[in-house]
T-cell receptor, first 115, second 114 residues
C-alpha cells in the first residue's frame, strides 16, 4: 500500500517566491497534519485537518503560510512570500478515523531551502 | 501538556537489547504513552503505545512503571537499522481538546555499533 505521498521531495527557491508543498494522505484516513522540522525548534505541528476541515491552525507561523484541503485525498501548504527562515523539512501525516490516539503515518517530507 | 524527559543520546551494540528510558512524572490518568522514532532523512514512524499495562508488538516492547511516572522502550535485539531518534510522547485519551497533537521533544539519539 502506498503511504503518505509528498511532493516535491526537495525545493530550492529564492526569497520572495511562492512555494507550494503537496500531500496525498493514505486512502481512508480522515485526519491530516502538517509539521515542520528545524534544528532549532525540532518538530512542530503547523495545522491539523479533520474531514477536510481545518481544526487547529495555531501553529501556522504567520499570514505568509496557508493550507488547504479541497478533498480527502489532497492537501497543500503554501508559503507566499517565502523567506530564508522558512527553510526546513515539512512533513505531512495522516491518521485513520476512530480513536483519537491513533497513530499518525508520516510522509517522507519536503526539504525546502529558501535562498 | 504533560512533559517527558529522555536522555539526549544512548549507544548500543548490534544484536544486544536496548532499554530507552522516559520519565513523565506529571502524567495524568488519561494520558497514553506513545513512542515514535525517526530514522535518518525520513519522517517519524510509530513504534508502540500503551496506557497502563506492558505492551509488545513486532517492533518493540513497552514497559510501564506501576505508578506510570516512567516507561521504557525495549528493543530486544538492536540492528543497525534501529539507529534513530526515539521520541516518547504523551497523548490524552479524551476525544476533546488537543489530543490529536503529537508534541515532539528532542528525543534520544540511539547509535548502534556494529
Amino acid at each position: 500500500d502506498a503511504g503518505v505521498i509528498q511532493s516535491p521531495r526537495h525545493e530550492v527557491t529564492e526569497m520572495g517566491q511562492e512555494v507550494t508543498l503537496r500531500c496525498k494522505p493514505i486512502s481512508g484516513h480522515n485526519s491530516l497534519f502538517w509539521y515542520r522540522q528545524t534544528m532549532m525548534r525540532g518538530l512542530e505541528l503547523l495545522i491539523y485537518f479533520n474531514n477536510n476541515v481545518p481544526i487547529d491552525d495555531s501553529g501556522m507561523p504567520e499570514d505568509r503560510f496557508s493550507a488547504k484541503m479541497p478533498n480527502a485525498s489532497f492537501s497543500t501548504l503554501k508559503i507566499q512570500p517565502s523567506e530564508p527562515r522558512d527553510s526546513a523539512v515539512y512533513f505531512c501525516a495522516s491518521s485513520p478515523p476512530g480513536a483519537s490516539y491513533n497513530e499518525q503515518f508520516f510522509g517522507p517530507g519536503t526539504r525546502l531551502t529558501v535562498l | 501538556d504533560a512533559k517527558t524527559t529522555q536522555p539526549n543520546s544512548m549507544e548500543s551494540n548490534e544484536e544486544e537489547p536496548v532499554h530507552l528510558p522516559c520519565n513523565h512524572s506529571t502524567i495524568s490518568g488519561t494520558d497514553y504513552i506513545h513512542w515514535y522514532r525517526q530514522l535518518p532523512s525520513q519522517g517519524p514512524e510509530y513504534v508502540i503505545h500503551g496506557l497502563t499495562s506492558n505492551v509488545n508488538n513486532r517492533m518493540a516492547s513497552l514497559a510501564i512503571a506501576e505508578d506510570r511516572k516512567s516507561s521504557t522502550l525495549i528493543l530486544h535485539r538492536a540492528t543497525l537499522r534501529d539507529a534513530a531518534v526515539y521520541y516518547c510522547i504523551l497523548r490524552d485519551v479524551h476525544s476533546g481538546g488537543s489530543n490529536y497533537k503529537l508534541t515532539f521533544g528532542k528525543g534520544t539519539l540511539l547509535t548502534v555499533n556494529p
